[in-house]
């Protein structure tokens, strides 16, 4: 018995300095992270401090949603966390969907979404917003870049029948016809295409439905949805999953916002829209194509209609709008503020500037001023 | 699962046995803090099984598909259609391809340890093996991922063009190795450990007299293995196998890293797409609606009852073999 | 069909036409390293004449030569018996290294990558504005979470089972005793992430409560019970009724017995059967990334706000996708990895020290 209680009072010794090494731990960690900042790629600029309004901020606010913006939201929150302390602003980049199905059970402050409520959503949110209803404010907007990787092409032009032949595998090989009829001059290789879609329901599959839906009926006769329509090709979890196929397999070609595409060095396909020459995917051309972008919502609701076959010179047409979906009355008192001072600071000229800089495109600015009216008017 | 719910707690006979009914109130603390914690876990248990078939018959009421035989799931879409048939195929199909690799070779591995390492090895080989069985699976999913299938790729077009004539093998779509196939070698790299740690187990039970008998009338050790190693061990391996199969049945971020989904039943494995349970939930589930996820745990009560048969049979033919050996002690 | 080998050896059966087969010559000690080298050579050698890419396929043709040359080099120098039990040895081995090559890769691929990130800072630093492609960051958040969240489930499960277990074994008689045991035998079967949503219904959605660490905790203590139960269970059951009898014999109440008898008697097994079923459960993924949303910052309270995790560190960082993440990843990995060998090296620490003073 002596022995046993013995070997036990040193089980328990062992247990205490478990306990108190995990507690030491808890004392040696750091959230401060700037000494790794200034030795990592200065690309990503962080706005200047003083534009942020950190009014009555506090506590923490969690968000989640859409991957698509998750780059910008970062960058936003980077700015926002070292001007205001004591706040912590927690995006979870995962779908636009789920970014809904949070928000209407409560889970979130705000969510983030490609594609704008739909009406049976608008009515589960207003169980959670008292007095009120979940609404979508224009945050983000991008150009859905159509990412290629194939040995030895450097430069690609598709219109909307080749590229919808592609994905729902009617063209099955890089040097087809259609493909070297819009590439005079491009020696492309037989190679086997490889079209990544993504696995699960994605606003950005949506926009792409909407886009081939809108400008080749004939090639592209799915309705526009979530979930990928068409036959055939490869799936792969996330815009970061579906870039690092394609990044990984010769070819490849894929969908995704355009910060994938240039924070890994992913070419992407020019579009031929019908204006003088194809035109490239960027932050500028797919802020002409959202210039055109008419306000769908009512009220305070700031949904928008996109015009998918512009033609106008210039004008990248697959693009999407990141909303960042909010009640607009009865927000919960807690995050109410931070909410506010946030999106705010988001959509503010520093906020929408640190869009341009890094691939998306900020939201026009007769629009933006309606943001921000509502972002003032939230409660 | 409700109409499985044992026999009414009310009805289980007074616990305390002779030793126990002396009176003392520290027994009748501790008789009861035991009781209690058994009861604990039964209402768990019992109240995880309502809950799912309760959200699954709220899924399955609504179903505009047939739950067994739709090839499609967009259970968030109104109406909702989904069936499970391309699941049930892919984790049927992706298990038996893992058995059929893992089986025989983690057999082998366990005869190694147990007949044929050379002693000095053989404790440290069965500790390192015990260990791999605790490496977590998300890195077995990444790994999977990020280098078990670029180099899969070039095995699979040997096979296309060799075992092309088989159908199985024949890979009519182009693509990555991210197919039920890759998957398949995976779920099986991963369960060796475990299938090879309690054979080992079993292998070492064999009654020291048997094999000396064998060796005594001048057997070969393969033929000592075949006849006295390989039937006692055989019930022991194949109760390893289905505790193998359970874990390959229910595994999810590994597949879910690994393969390209889609809800086609192709019989090519080659090919990339299909699906199981466990990965269409870690997939869909980010997404769904309320009644998407209510549709995904119907899927999930499936797998469970899978599982459930599964790990059963293991227990059934476990308990079979304890009796055998326990009349030869 | 040997003859002709005999005859190049006449010493060994210099006078008899039909010797002993006992005694007849067997392949030298080294021939099956030989066969080896030489079969690893020749499948090297082909799989670079026929231009296979594939590393796999040159070693399958290697594993396939090396048991065809072995039967063929002893039926041919021995007998067929003999032969036979060469090709098991063999096939033996060949499963053996096919089974560790794999396993290999996957270790030396985790830590040679993991080194990449791995360093004092990626230990006790958070992601805290780090943004997806860039370098550094930390995982001592996650490190934390997990630690956190992984006692807390312990807490939670290893009495219950404990407790549960004594029962089964002590006490338990009847129906109560039968329904128990199946039962835990089901609950070894739920699928982890239905664990996850059994939790996420109740105590999120219905009690209304936000994500935290301790839900995910509840979660795990789901999953971690039956393993408890079951490994205690067998450890108990191996504790001498003569011990039970004799304390007993002495007027000692059950329940002081159970305390002072047989659960010392028992406590190194258990202790190992909790350490590994910690071990299990501190590399769960699935229930975690439903509960305990993540976050890129230290929150130590795991009772409120949302906390991170190594398993969901790691899969976070693979979506991102890019180089810095994938290195991150592999960090992360590595460091988990780490985490539950300790562990598992712990428990068998435990076993043996406590092995020899229990008497069995």
């Known amino acids: 018995m002596k022995l046993q209680r013995k070997s036990m009072l040193r089980a328990s010794a062992l247990g205490a300095l478990v306990v108190s090494g995990a507690l030491v731990l808890t004392a040696c960690g750091s959230d401060n992270n700037t000494k790794a900042d200034s030795t990592a790629s200065g690309k990503a600029s962080a706005p200047a401090a003083g534009d942020i309004k950190c009014d009555d901020a506090k506590g923490k606010l969690l968000a989640s949603g859409s991957s698509a913006q998750k780059n910008a939201v970062d960058l936003w929150v980077k700015a926002y966390m070292a001007a205001c302390s004591g706040v912590e602003v927690n995006y979870k980049s995962s779908s636009s969907g789920e970014g809904i199905v949070a928000f209407n059970q409560g889970t979130v402050g705000f969510a983030g979404s490609d594609s704008a409520l739909k009406p049976e959503q608008v009515e589960e949110s207003k169980k959670v917003c008292t007095g009120g209803q979940g609404i979508n404010l224009p945050m983000v907007g991008g150009p859905i870049a159509i990412g290629f990787n194939v040995a030895g092409v450097d430069k690609l032009n598709l219109d909307a029948p080749t590229l919808a032949a592609i994905f729902n595998d009617k063209i099955k090989k890089w040097d087809d016809e259609a493909i070297k009829k819009l590439n005079p001059g491009v020696t492309l290789p037989s190679t086997a295409i490889q079209a990544f879609h993504r696995s699960e329901d994605s606003g950005t599959t949506e926009n792409l439905g909407k886009y081939l839906k809108a400008t080749a009926p004939d090639a592209w006769t799915y309705e526009a949805a979530k979930k990928w329509p068409a036959p055939g090709g490869q799936a792969a979890s996330g815009s970061a999953g579906v870039a690092s196929q394609v990044k990984a397999v010769d070819g490849a070609i894929g969908y995704f916002e355009l910060s994938y595409a240039t924070s890994q060095n992913i070419k992407t396909v020019d579009i031929n829209t019908g204006a003088s020459a194809p035109v490239k995917a960027s932050a500028e051309s797919a802020s002409k194509a959202i210039a055109a972008a008419k306000i769908a919502g009512t009220g305070s609701d700031l949904a928008l209609k996109l015009d998918y076959t512009t033609k106008a010179e210039g004008a990248y047409p697959i693009v999407l709008v990141t909303y960042e979906v909010v009640c607009d009355k009865g927000n919960k008192a807690e995050t109410l503020p931070t909410v506010k001072s946030f999106l705010n600071y988001t959509a503010s000229d520093a906020g929408q500037k640190v869009l341009s800089d890094n691939g998306y495109a900020p939201i026009p600015a007769e629009i933006n001023t309606k943001v921000r009216e509502v972002i003032k008017s939230l409660s | 699962m409700a109409s499985t719910t044992p026999t009414p707690l009310d009805t289980a006979p007074p616990v305390t046995t002779s030793a126990g009914s002396t009176g003392r109130a520290g027994d009748k603390i501790f008789a009861g803090l035991s009781k209690g914690s058994g009861i604990l876990l039964l209402v768990i248990m019992a109240s995880i099984a309502v809950f799912l078939t309760y959200r699954a018959t709220l899924a399955l009421s609504k179903n505009e598909g047939n739950f067994l035989t739709t090839f499609d799931w967009n259970a968030s879409a109104n109406p909702p259609v989904f069936g499970i048939a391309v699941l049930l195929f892919g984790t049927v199909v992706s298990s038996i391809i893992a058995m059929v690799i893992a089986v025989p070779i983690a057999v082998g591995i366990a005869l190694f340890i147990s ?90 039970q064999v009654p020291r007299m048997n094999e000396e008998a064998a060796l005594a009338l001048g057997a070969t050790r393969w033929e000592v293995i075949r006849m006295s190693v390989l039937p006692f061990g055989r019930s022991g391996v194949i109760s390893a196998s289905m505790l193998g199969l359970g874990r390959a049945l229910g595994e999810t971020m590994a597949v879910a890293t690994v393969l390209s989904p889609s809800f086609l039943i192709s019989g090519h494995i080659l090919n990339p797409g299909g699906g199981t349970f466990a990965q269409n939930i870690a997939a869909k589930f980010d997404e769904a609606n309320e009644f998407g996820r209510d549709a995904l745990i119907a899927s999930g009560l499936v797998l469970f009852l899978l599982t459930l048969l599964v790990n059963g049979a293991a227990r059934m033919i476990i308990a079979r073999r304890k009796e055998y050996s326990g009349a030869n002690a | 069909m040997s003859h002709t080998i005999q005859d190049q050896r006449p010493a060994r059966a210099p006078k008899s ?3 002993s087969r006992l005694t007849r010559g067997g392949l030298p000690r080294w021939a099956p390293a030989g066969i080896a080298v030489v079969s690893i050579a020749l499948g090297c050698g082909i799989g670079a004449a026929f231009g296979l890419q594939s590393k796999i396929q040159w070693g399958l043709i290697s594993a396939l030569l090396f048991v065809t040359i072995t039967y063929v080099a002893s039926a041919v120098v021995e007998n067929r018996r003999q032969a036979k039990d060469r090709v098991a040895t063999s096939v033996v081995w060949v499963c053996f290294v096919l089974a560790v090559i794999p396993l290999l890769s996957l270790i030396w691929t985790t830590v040679s990558r993991g080194m990449n990130a791995l360093d004092g800072d990626f230990l006790s630093h958070s992601m805290n504005g780090i943004t997806s492609f860039e370098k550094g960051g930390g995982v001592y958040h996650a490190l934390l ?30 129906s109560l005793a039968k329904a128990v045991t199946f039962f835990v035998d089901v609950m070894t079967g739920i699928p982890s992430i239905v664990a996850g949503l059994f939790i996420l219904t109740t105590w999120n959605l219905m009690l209304g ?34 011990l039970r009898e004799a304390a007993l014999a002495l007027g000692v109440p059950k329940w002081r017995m159970i305390l002072k008898v047989v659960l010392p008697t028992a406590i190194g097994g258990i202790a190992t059967g909790v350490t590994l079923a910690v071990a299990r459960i501190a590399g769960e993924t699935a229930p975690i990334m439903l509960l305990v949303f993540g976050t890129q910052l230290i929150n130590g309270n795991p009772f409120e706000g949302a906390q991170s995790s190594l398993p969901l560190y790691i899969w976070e960082q693979y979506k991102v996708g890019s180089e810095a993440s994938y290195d991150r990843a592999w960090a992360a990995a590595l460091v988990l990895i780490a985490f539950v060998m300790i562990l598992n090296l712990v428990a068998r620490g435990i076993a043996r020290w406590k092995a020899p003073k229990t008497g069995r």
Do not use: C
């Not at chain 2, 069985?133 to 890195?139: L, N």
């Not at chain 3, 992984?150 to 089972?161: E, K, R």
């Open chain 3, 209 to 242: 409560f936000g994500p935290s660490g301790f839900a995910g905790s509840m979660a795990l203590s789901i999953l971690m019970m039956p393993v408890v139960v079951r490994s205690t269970e067998e450890m108990l059951k191996l504790v001498p009724n003569e």
């Open chain 3, 145 to 174: 979470g997990t630690i956190e969240q992984v006692a807390l489930a312990t807490a939670i499960a290893a009495p219950v089972g404990l407790l549960t277990a004594v029962y089964l074994v002590e006490y338990g008689r009847g």
């Open chain 2, 115 to 204: 007949h044929y390492a050379p002693r000095k090895l053989a404790a440290p080989l069965a500790y390192v093996v015990d260990l791999l069985a605790a490496v977590p699976s998300i890195i077995y999913g990444i790994w999977g991922a990020l280098f078990l299938v670029p180099y899969l790729g070039g095995l699979n077009l040997w096979l296309d063009e060799y075992m092309g004539w088989t159908y199985v093998f024949d890979k009519t779509q182009v693509g990555v190795a991210r197919s039920l196939f890759t998957v398949g070698i995976l779920l099986a790299i991963m369960i060796l450990p475990i299938v090879t740690s309690v054979s080992r187990e079993v292998f070492l």
């Open chain 3, 17 to 19: 036409v039909a010797p």
